[in-house]
Each structure stands twice: as C-alpha cells, then as structure tokens.
C-alpha cells in the first residue's frame, strides 16, 4: 500500500530531497517510524479566537489524532483562514471562496493522503469542502456541534431571538439593559448557533450528502460525545485512505438529491442553495437552482426547530439526530448511497430510533406540510429567487403590493424610520445592490426591519425582496438571491417605487407589471458606476463571481485539479 500514498513522493524519498522533508519534521519530536509508510493524514482546522463558534477546535482536533494514532496513521494539523461570521466585515461570505483555495492548494501542495475537514461557523463548512473537493482525497467532515440553548428569564433562546430582541428594542417592548442581559444568556457554551440556522444546515447537509459519521450533525460542542466522535472519525479516514474512498465516490447526483430533501425536511437554510451549488460544480456534479424546487417540493417539515419551529439543535440530538429523522423520511430517500464510514444511508439509518416526537415528526405526520427552498421566477428575477415558506407568514404568500424600492442598503439605513416614508405594511420592501458583485459579497441584510412606524402597529412581517441573502436564523416573507442581481443590470436593477409586485409562491412567480418596453427603456437609461474595486482580492471577487443561481463561486475555481502537484523542484 506505502507505495500508491501520495505522501511517500515526500516522506519516502532517500538523499537530499527525503532528508529535507524529513529532518525539519522532525524538530516537533517525531520519531523516524511515523515516516515509514503509514497513511498522512491532514486535519484542516478552522480554530480561531476570532470565530467564536470554532473556537473549541485544538480541543476538538486532539481527539482526532487520538483516532488516526489509534488506526496506525500519522496526523499533521494544519490552520486555514477562519470565518467567523459575527465579526467579519463586510460579510463572511465575501472570504468563502478565498478559503477554499487556501483548502485547495494546502492540500495539494502538503503531503497528505487523506484529510479530516473540522467546521462549524456557517462558511467554514461549505468552504472546506469545495477545496477539498477539487483535490478529491479521501476526505471526513468533522462538525464543532451546535451551542446548548440559552436561557433567558426561564425561557429557551437562540439566534432567531436576536431579531425578534431587536425589534422589540426599536419597537419600545424592550430595554437595552434587558437585551444586553439577553447576550450573555444566549451564548452560554462552546459551538455554533444552536437554531436551523445555516452552520447547522450545513452540518446536516455533510451528514446527508454522506460525508460525516452518522449522529454529527447535532450532538452538542460541550457534549462529551462530541470529541468520541471526532476521534472515531479519526480512526475512519485512516481506513479510507485504505480503501482509497474519494469525495467523488461520495459526492454523486444521488447524494445531492438526498441533500435537498433533508433540507426541506429540516427547515434548512436558504444559504444551503448557494452552497451546494458551489460544492457541485467543484466535484462536476450538474445542479441546477431550479433542483432545489423539485427536490423539496413533495417534502414536508419534519423538524420543529426555530427558525420555522420551536425547538433547538440540542433537542434534536436528544430525540435521535438526524438519522432519526432521515428514517422518517427513507422513503424518499437514495438509501444505497455511499457514505464515509462505508456504509450506505441506508445501513447508516436502519437502526435509528426517534425518541420525542415534539422534535421529529413521524413522516406522516408533519409539523408543516410547508417546507423547503421554493424557486420563484419572473419577470424581476429572469435566473430565479429563492424563498423559505416555513418561515414566511402563510397569509403573505400570495400578496401584490406596491414597491417601496431602497437603492441600497446605506439608503435603506438613512429613510426606513422617517416618519415621511411613504409606506404601509401593504407595500413591498425592495433592496438593490446586496447581491455577491454589487456589495459585494451578497451580506446577510434581505430580512430588512420593518420601518418604525409599522412596527408600531403591531405588524411583525412584510413582503420584502432583495439580491442579498438572509441569515439562516432570520425568518418572515422574505425573497433572497435575486439573479441577474442589480449591479449586472438585469430587470430588477430598474424597479421603481410604485410599481406593482406580485408575489405567488403557489405558482413560484415573482412578477413586476411593468411592460417589456418599459422595462427596456429604463434599462437603457441605466448608468453603472465603475467599480472602486481596483486591486486585491476583492478586486478579483467582483470580476469573477458567478451570480447567485450558479453558486456565487470563483469562475476559474469550478472543477478539480486532482490531488497531482503541478511541478515537483525537489
Ligand atoms: Fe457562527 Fe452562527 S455565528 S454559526
């Protein structure tokens, strides 16, 4: 076997060459028979004190050297940028695709022959895996696990609550001093958000595609049974790297479909359309925005998990996981697909047991039958819109309304709250320029808050439209992803306040009544400004990216290079 391993064009060279990647190795104190041939294993660590829900991840990353020791391989830890999404400015989605090619290239470029990815935070996840994918080494996602619930006032929290405390606070129904008492109970442990929001989406979008043991999707970060993971995890990509299984003997159409359905059946987060489409065209799996329809739309919710139901990641974990509820579901389901641990869903559900069915629902009985992404097209999204009916208000669904249209999101901030904004809750509220070029990176600003004044009146939900994206913990009647967004000039770069929207999610349209002539003629009459993007990364970002419908990758990133290095100097 020693001599089909990747590393041994490293570690297994004699003369000058072998010495060199032996000898500075060897000032960490390894001893000469860890180069003798036995599996190298990376572990991609995405640590940082500035990605708070990461944070726990040296801890995390020891126990999987526990299990790479314990199968006979050789661990080497290694750091990417991290991207924690509560600090990084202007959006962590900016830096999604910029971790991956640090992912791509680290692996590629290091002597590894398998890698174990650690994520959490919500960009950590997808962007790990699309590097890691267009290496295609054998490969095993570990998850950091979500938060336990916060408390507050003898009341479960989560993230979902920052918005409604926000609202409360402009609104007048709640202090300051109480919301800053709030922050403390909310984060009361180590891991992710502990809402369906979208570092858990993600997470069980890795379980659902196959590429993480089965039960890592919801198990607590503080839970001891999180680290026994971990190293188990350990043990099994040394196996892999035996079997030589690949991301791409994982990652197949089959397993995308499974994917999209889960996520319908969890509430999951809109972010997890961009994602997997990113993650498809990195592994050459065709996807398309309009899958996502399709694939949930027979789905019912079968979680009860904030934001579209009550409960928190670690109940879910209590009532069984997410093998629980993939069993709820097998019918549904490509039971003979493939997964890390070699077995198949199939194999990987057969013996799970739901134990509170105030979590998980039965398959046939669904705490909505409402779930899923829904793609909307029309004549203002020609590529397509996103949407999460879960967690819309039902009686918006079908609405037209007249537009109140905010340029962007500093003119949003400056009129929302004047007293003279001419606005009700009837309207429509449109933001331009949030989409992945014309931010750029596509920020988390499309669930806008409602003017003060409508607040005021007790409304808790309008329409509201934008090329942005919306946390995976934020909820209300909101449509996301616009493509073409406003700054590449397609139809919904020229809407104007008062005219009149429809929004039919029933028949997944989205249509301004505005004729073809006059939308061409407004089009005409556009002026682009030229970008003050003229150097760096972000420079290269915005010439780029892709629209949201493709994914919001890189263009020149879509594929693999393999796992061969270009050239060898040594
Ligand atoms: Fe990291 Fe929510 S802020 S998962």
Not at 85 to 94: D, G, R, S, V, W
Request: net charge negative; glycine share 10%; hydrophobic share 40%.
């Amino acid at each position: 076997m020693s001599n089909e391993l990747r590393s041994r064009n490293w570690f297994g060279k004699t003369g000058k060459d072998g010495f060199i990647y032996r000898a500075w190795m060897k000032n960490q104190g390894i001893p000469s028979y860890e180069f003798d041939g036995r599996p190298v294993i990376g572990i991609c660590n995405t640590w940082s004190e500035l990605t708070p829900c990461n944070a726990h991840f040296r801890e995390l990353a020891e126990s999987v050297k526990h299990g790479i020791y314990e199968a006979g391989g050789f661990p080497v830890e290694f750091p990417v940028m991290s991207l924690g999404e509560t600090l990084i400015k202007p959006t962590a989605m900016l830096y999604r695709n910029l971790v991956s090619m640090d992912v791509e290239e680290s692996i590629r470029a290091n002597p590894m022959d398998g890698v174990v990815l650690l994520c959490g935070c919500d960009k950590t996840t997808p962007s790990l895996v699309m590097g890691a994918c267009s290496v295609n080494l054998p490969t095993l996602v570990v998850s950091g696990g979500p938060m336990l619930t916060g408390k507050y006032k003898g009341k479960d929290i989560g993230t979902s609550d920052v918005w409604r405390f926000s609202e409360a606070v402009r609104a007048g129904s709640m202090s300051q001093e109480e919301m800053t008492v709030a922050e403390a109970c909310m984060c009361r442990s180590r891991g992710h958000c502990a809402v369906m929001g979208t570092a858990s989406t993600m997470a069980c979008m890795v379980e659902s595609l196959g590429l993480s043991l089965p039960g890592n999707a919801a198990i607590p970060a503080a839970d001891s049974r999180r680290k026994v993971l971990a190293q188990m995890s350990g043990l099994r990509i040394v196996e892999m790297v035996k079997e030589n299984l690949r991301l791409s003997d994982i990652l197949t159409r089959k397993s995308f479909e499974n994917a999209m359905r889960v996520n319908a059946a969890i509430g999951g987060s809109t972010n997890f359309v961009l994602h997997l489409l990113a993650i498809a065209g990195r592994i050459g799996v065709a996807l398309k925005i309009d899958d996502f329809d399709v694939h949930s739309r027979d789905i019912p919710l079968l979680a009860n998990l904030q934001p579209s139901g009550e409960y928190f990641m670690e109940d879910m974990y209590y009532a069984g996981g997410l093998p629980a509820l993939m069993k709820e579901m097998r019918e549904r389901l490509h039971e003979d697909c493939i997964t890390v641990n070699g077995k198949t869903i199939g194999e990987n559900i057969a013996g799970a047991e739901c134990y509170n069915r105030d979590v998980i629902a039965e398959g046939g009985k669904p705490f909505n039958d409402i779930s899923g992404i829904v793609v909307l097209k029309g004549n203002i999204c020609e590529e397509g819109a996103v949407m999460k009916p879960s967690a819309a208000s039902p009686h918006l669904l079908e609405h037209t309304g007249r537009a109140v249209v905010f340029e962007d999101i500093e003119d949003y901030k400056n009129r929302v709250d004047d007293p003279e904004l001419d606005i009700d809750e009837t309207c429509i509220m449109v933001l331009k320029n949030v989409g992945p070029s014309g931010y750029p990176g596509m920020p988390e600003v499309g669930n806008l808050g409602l003017p003060k004044k409508i607040l005021a009146k007790g409304v808790t939900d309008m329409v509201r439209i934008s090329d942005g994206r919306m946390s995976g913990t934020g909820f209300g009647t909101v449509v996301l992803h616009v493509s073409p967004e406003a700054a590449v000039g397609g139809n919904f770069s020229v809407l104007q306040d008062g005219d009149m929207i429809t929004l039919d999610v029933e028949n997944r349209l989205l249509h301004a009544d505005i004729t073809e002539e006059e939308l061409n003629r407004r089009k005409a009459n556009r002026k682009t400004p030229p970008s003050p993007y003229n150097r760096g990364y972000v420079s290269l970002y915005v010439q780029h990216v892709e629209q949201a419908h493709l994914g919001a990758d890189l263009d020149f990133l879509k594929g693999s290079s393999g796992s061969r290095v270009s050239r060898d100097s040594h």
